[in-house]
């Protein structure tokens, strides 16, 4: 008995055991990386699953068991979709094999069949490809719903035009089948058909009775994707798109909310074609406008009451999009998505405070009724969310409810991460240009955070933002500068340190108390690293050289910097000491007489240097140019030929032009202003735009030595299109302007496969006294989907006055017939010739778009000796489109932001537009023009200033207006 009780403990042990270890493994796979599962397709050898493939010939084996055979198949699958190619030979084999399963029933291995086939269609020899179509086309017309949607599915892959017209009896009547996967897959792949080519987008086009049909079905899907197909036969034809929105929406015969939010779009676009291309009138609401503009709103406001949140939200979103739609049109929208707002569901309210951010932009007061729900989502516990609501009441909200709302945005950043915190900031500084009354208040909020914790993109949008405000708002510069110096005094990044420092030594010396801002900056001297000691040093000398009152003192602080061990900031101490004491000892400082009174007819004594002040001159006296544009024109230098082996002397005037160019709009000023939903959406990808190198367009006239002997490249105009990209052969042109030259450059491309193009040029004919055609260099060969270069040498007559010349310019070449696949030659070359638009040499491509520090410093020192004056008037119904015509005409590039009229201010009041530019030749040329609306919408009243050293170059710049 005892041994029995001994045996059966042993065995309760040794289970108990058992039991414990298997606990402890599968602990141990739970808590294991995720990178220890073990994939069934990990190791595969190519070889070794070619080999298992042959099963696929043995019948019995595919009948017995097709389990087998789609585990090949998925292996197969597995090999091509990593990078183990079969070659065509190994293609062909297992292809053949596969068409051999389809003798088998089994429903998996048909499907896995189908999708063995759509992937190998395209690397497979289309011959042998079209092998599978008679079993295809059997499986299309069987009784089994599943064979015939993807043996649909698979002919729209594999079949041309030629082929598609034989099954086209099959494919229309699976169009209108009962089963709706047979319906929409016909659909999906009369879709694909219908983008392929030309040919078979034409024989798509006659299906259109069974697609229409298709709309009726009972199935919901089926309507989506025969409405897609729809508008894919119909999208260019504007009248017809009109007709088939108009009977859908009068019908009431879609019953699928996928379906009626397609024609939801599809009314919204064709309504803003309406406005876009002038067929409504401006100042004509929709529903006091054409016929379809009144029955296309009218469906838009009736789809607000449809019982699916996805057709209403769409029908709300088309509305709110709408241009120039008028605020009680608007009204019904808004009034959804304030309902919208307190939907249980997140993705309802994201999607509804999104559109309401949007539409405050442009219509803040209708929002303004959504305030109250809108403060509630400010605690909501997507982020994402209350960020959007924070941002929308601040452009909504009033000047009075300012102080509320920041006390409510205060709680809230600190609970969010920095780039939610930075949306809130752009919104801000919008919201104190909007009230400039409050700037303190904002600020001084604004202030505040910068002493909190934060990051460094955050601490930088709050500094960018007051310094914007201080350019915008010139009341907030002496309190946003101390809020400024109070932050440097415990900022742990030197950028901005060395950032606000220059924006002290820039503003400073110009505020009424400038001396309260010495100890700040001194204090970054005696406690920061050496680049914020150098940056200190420069800040104390400008305040020294625009203050003399001050410059005894800041002597002294500086000559304690001679001693720094740093190179920068000693060496900047001491030319800054050394200037400024000869300065001292040739302009001593005479401190006026406080207890004499002045007179009232004289003017205060201003603390300003006197003129000729030898440090005025040497710390104030900023660059001829940007350190940008010094940086691309010394590029530019050194790529001329033989620029390093010039005698030459390197100098400011002996470099060459190089042309502003414009900046691509970030996704986060973008979000500015259309509610900071890219900046939230680039938070959440963590996606950064990389900014792109600016690459010299002279580099390709440089490479070919007979064109680089003519000389450097004054400027290079942009591509300029000679044919349409639909065509044949794609011809651009860039000019290359020099004094006496001009190089056009022909950029050719071949877009026929079946074609090799040799001894390509361009010729080019006009009647001008000032232009001559003086030779050509051919592009030799042009590929298929090659582009190349081809150029022609114009010579200029300096003499002659500019004239603006139109030019017929024709392609010649040879063509010399290849074969599509393998590329080789099929014919001899023979002669053609191609005709292009005509290419305009205008007085504009001769002038470099450069701008000057300060335009209207340099409108003085050029005085008015060579002015010309003009008036003339202008066939442009907008003030905005006018200013951007005179920009192009000219050819100059706007100065201090007069290159854009404000929103909401065209047609109010003249806009004045200050051009700067420089002339072939050198010659800086300033301009002013007035550009003023007429009341009786007649047109523009343009008024023009031209000035310039020549008197020839003012007359030619203002002969440009046309």
């Known amino acids: 008995m005892g041994d029995q009780q001994e045996e059966g403990g042993l065995t309760m042990n040794n289970l108990l055991s058992e039991v414990q270890n298997t606990l402890d493994k599968f602990k141990l796979e739970d808590e294991g990386p995720p990178g220890d599962y073990y994939s069934p397709y990990a190791n595969l050898e190519k070889a070794a699953v070619l080999q298992e493939a042959r099963c696929f010939h043995d019948p019995t084996a595919v009948r017995e068991n097709p389990r087998k055979c789609c585990t090949v198949i998925a292996q197969l ?154 508008y894919q036969i119909k999208k260019h034809d504007r009248l017809g798109m009109q007709k088939l929105v108009t009977q859908f929406s009068q019908r009431n015969t879609l019953k699928s909310p996928l379906a009626l939010v397609l024609l939801v779009r599809y009314t919204a676009k064709l309504l803003n074609d309406e406005v876009t291309e002038g067929r409504m009138t401006s100042g004509t609401s929709f529903q006091n406008g054409s016929t379809f503009a009144r029955s296309g709103y009218a469906f838009l406001e009736a789809s607000l009451r449809h019982k699916s949140e996805m057709v209403v939200y769409e029908a709300a979103k088309a509305i709110c999009a709408l241009p120039n739609i008028e605020p009680q049109e608007l009204s019904p929208a808004v009034n959804v998505l304030q309902l919208f707002l307190s939907s249980p569901k997140p993705a309802v309210r994201f999607a509804a405070m999104k559109t309401v951010s949007q539409v405050a932009v442009g219509h803040p007061r209708m929002v303004s009724k959504c305030n109250e729900d809108l403060e509630s989502l400010i605690s909501d516990a997507n982020r994402s969310i209350a960020t959007l609501a924070i941002t929308t009441l601040l452009k909504t909200g009033s000047e009075n409810s300012i102080d509320r709302l920041l006390k409510q945005i205060s709680v809230f950043l600190s609970e ?127 305040f020294a050289a625009r203050c003399p009152s001050l410059r005894t003192s800041i002597m002294t602080l500086l000559k304690r910097s001679l001693d720094d061990e740093d190179d920068e ?54 660059l001829p140019m940007s350190f940008d544009r010094l940086d691309r024109s010394i590029r530019a230098y050194v790529k001329a030929p033989a620029a390093l082996e010039s005698a030459e002397q390197l100098t400011f005037s002996a470099l060459p032009i190089v042309e502003e160019y414009a900046e691509p709009e970030s996704a986060a000023d973008d979000a500015g202003e259309m509610g900071g939903d890219a ?102 060969n042009i590929k298929y989907g090659e582009t190349v270069h081809a150029f022609t040498v114009v010579t200029r007559n300096p003499e002659v006055p500019l004239a603006p010349c139109n030019f017929e310019c024709v392609l010649r070449f040879g063509i010399v017939q290849v074969d599509p696949k393998t590329g080789e030659d099929e014919s001899d070359p023979f002669d053609e010739e191609y005709p292009l638009e005509e290419l305009e040499l205008a007085t504009s491509d001769f002038m470099a778009k450069v701008s000057v520090p300060d335009f209207r410093q340099g409108w003085e020192q050029v005085g008015n000796t060579n002015e010309v004056l003009e008036k003339f008037a202008l066939q442009f119904k907008k003030q905005e489109d006018a200013v951007a015509a005179v920009i192009d005409f000219l050819g100059m590039q706007p100065c201090d932001g007069t290159g854009h009229i404000k929103p909401g201010e065209g047609g109010k009041k003249p806009h004045m537009l200050h051009l700067s530019g420089v002339f072939v030749g050198g010659t800086q040329v300033l301009a002013r023009a007035q550009v003023a609306a007429q009341g009786d919408a007649s047109g523009v009243l343009l008024k023009i200033a031209v000035r310039s050293d020549d008197p020839d170059v003012s007359r030619m710049v203002a002969d440009c207006i046309r």
């Open 77 to 230: 699958l597995h090999l091509t979709n990593t990078g183990q190619y079969l070659n065509s030979g190994e293609a062909t084999e297992v292809f053949f094999g596969v068409t051999k399963l389809f003798m088998s029933d089994d429903a998996s291995l048909r499907r896995m069949v189908y999708l063995f086939i759509k992937d190998v269609a395209e690397t497979c020899d289309p011959d042998d490809v079209i092998i599978v179509t008679s079993s295809l086309t059997k499986d299309m017309t069987c009784d089994v719903d599943l064979y015939r949607a993807n043996a649909l599915r698979v002919l729209a892959r594999i079949v041309d035009a030629a082929m598609l017209g034989a099954i086209e009896r099959y494919v229309k009547q699976a169009l209108v089948d009962s089963s709706g996967q047979v319906s929409s897959a016909a659909l999906v792949s009369a879709t694909h058909l219908f983008e392929r080519n030309p040919e078979s987008a034409a024989i798509v086009k006659r299906w259109i009775s069974e697609t229409t049909e298709a709309t009726s079905s009972p199935n919901e899907m089926v309507q989506f994707h025969a409405m897609q197909l729809l």
């Open 416 to 542: 969010i991460p920095d780039e939610y915190k930075i949306t809130i900031v752009r919104s801000l500084q919008r919201l104190c240009l909007t009230y400039p009354a409050k700037h303190r208040v904002l600020v001084g909020f604004l202030s505040n955070f910068l002493r909190e914790e934060g990051g460094f993109d955050f601490k930088r949008s709050i500094v960018n933002s007051i310094i914007s405000l201080i350019k915008q708002v010139p009341e907030t510069t002496e309190s946003s500068l101390l809020h400024l110096c109070e932050f440097i005094e415990d900022c742990e990044f030197t950028m901005l340190s060395t950032q606000i420092l220059h924006l002290l030594g820039e503003l400073g010396p110009g505020t009424q108390a400038p001396a309260r801002y010495i100890r700040f900056i001194y204090n970054r001297v005696i406690l920061e690293n050496s680049a914020v000691r150098a940056a200190a040093v420069a800040a104390l000398s400008k």
């Open 569 to 622: 900031t000693r060496d900047r101490a001491s030319v800054a000491v050394s200037v400024l004491k000869g300065a001292m000892d040739e302009f001593p400082y005479v401190a006026p007489d406080e207890e004499a009174e002045p007179a009232p007819e004289e003017e205060p004594v201003q603390d300003a240097p006197q003129a000729g002040d030898p440090a005025a001159f040497v710390l104030l006296q900023g």
């Open 679 to 780: 900046v939230l959406m680039a938070a959440v990808t963590g996606e950064k735009e990389e900014k792109k190198e600016v690459v010299d367009p002279a580099a390709a006239v440089y490479a070919i030595p007979e064109l680089a002997s003519l000389g450097r490249v004054f400027r290079s105009s942009p591509p300029t299109e000679l044919s349409e990209e639909e065509t044949e052969y794609v011809v651009r042109c860039i000019k290359h302007v020099m004094p006496e030259h001009i190089i056009l450059q022909f950029l050719i491309q071949n877009t026929v496969d079946d074609q090799r193009l040799e001894n390509c040029t361009v010729a080019i004919e006009g009647d001008s006294e000032c232009f001559e055609v003086a030779g050509e260099v051919a592009a030799e």
